[in-house]
């Protein structure tokens, strides 16, 4: 079954929300409510969804301060890795598997960022929250984050294939939603030929 993905607009520093459906059974998953709930709970309702899974992607307050709205209204189960979010309800690592009605989303653990940054693998696309954004990544400068991770989690992602679309957790590129491909050829921390230059342009 293929997931839809949608981006919602969240907020006043660019967020993005995310909700992944599956279209037969309207069955949905949330990621990132961020500060602005209602713009994503409109969303569930102008569609009909059924929410059952809230993720958060990292524990910053920006991705996590609408949680309590959402989950107030939908009754959704907030999952989240515990690095992160160790009271969450549902525990995430690498590896772990969602249902999304008749669909599933694979849980990458993606650390760099915070301990414990997750990606979000529909089969088709990424959500990537503060890892990869279009043609920029995520800081490695804030508690808890860890440049050498992150430049490991950047090159897992940029391994996917090219046509592998990317979700960021921020509109901070060009364009709302990129490729890999896209990002091979026009991220300069990507296009970075080892962790020397990498952590030089990142942290320098």
Same mark, same amino acid.
């Given at each position: 079954?293929?997931?839809?993905?949608?981006?919602?607009?969240?907020?006043?520093?660019?967020?993005?929300?995310?909700?992944?459906?599956? /279209?037969?059974?309207?069955? %949905? !998953?949330?990621?990132?409510?961020? #500060? &602005?709930?209602?713009?994503?709970?409109? +969303? @569930?309702?102008?569609?009909?969804?059924?929410?059952?899974?809230?993720?958060?992607?990292?524990?910053?307050?920006?991705?996590?301060?609408?949680?309590?709205?959402?989950?107030?209204?939908?009754?959704?189960?907030?999952?989240?890795?515990?690095?992160?979010? /160790?009271?969450?309800?549902? %525990? !995430?690592?690498?590896?772990?598997? #969602? &249902?999304?009605?008749?669909?599933?989303? +694979? @849980?990458?653990?993606?650390?760099?960022?915070?301990?414990?940054?997750?990606?979000?693998?529909?089969?088709?696309?990424?959500?990537?929250?503060?890892?990869?954004?279009?043609?920029?990544?995520?800081?490695?400068?804030?508690?808890?984050?860890?440049?050498?991770?992150?430049?490991?989690?950047?090159?897992?992602?940029?391994?996917?294939?090219?046509?592998?679309?990317?979700?960021?957790?921020?509109?901070?590129?060009?364009?709302?939603?990129?490729?890999?491909?896209?990002?091979?050829?026009?991220?300069?921390?990507?296009?970075?030929?080892?962790?020397?230059?990498?952590?030089?342009?990142?942290?320098?």
């Amino acid at each position: 079954m293929s997931l839809e993905v949608v981006q919602i607009p969240a907020g006043r520093m660019d967020n993005f929300s995310y909700l992944v459906v599956c /279209p037969r059974t309207r069955r %949905a !998953l949330a990621v990132d409510p961020s #500060l &602005a709930p209602e713009n994503l709970l409109a +969303e @569930v309702s102008k569609r009909d969804l059924r929410v059952e899974t809230l993720v958060n992607t990292h524990g910053h307050g920006d991705h996590t301060g609408g949680n309590a709205e959402v989950l107030r209204a939908t009754g959704a189960r907030l999952a989240a890795h515990p690095l992160d979010l /160790p009271d969450a309800d549902i %525990a !995430l690592e690498e590896g772990s598997r #969602l &249902a999304v009605g008749e669909g599933m989303v +694979e @849980v990458l653990h993606t650390p760099g960022h915070s301990p414990g940054s997750i990606t979000l693998f529909t089969g088709a696309d990424l959500i990537t929250g503060d890892t990869l954004f279009v043609t920029f990544v995520g800081r490695a400068d804030l508690a808890g984050s860890n440049p050498e991770d992150l430049y490991r989690s950047l090159r897992r992602l940029a391994s996917f294939p090219p046509h592998t679309r990317i979700y960021p957790g921020h509109d901070y590129g060009p364009r709302p939603v990129s490729t890999i491909g896209f990002e091979l050829e026009h991220n300069p921390y990507l296009k970075c030929p080892d962790l020397a230059a990498f952590l030089k342009l990142r942290m320098g």
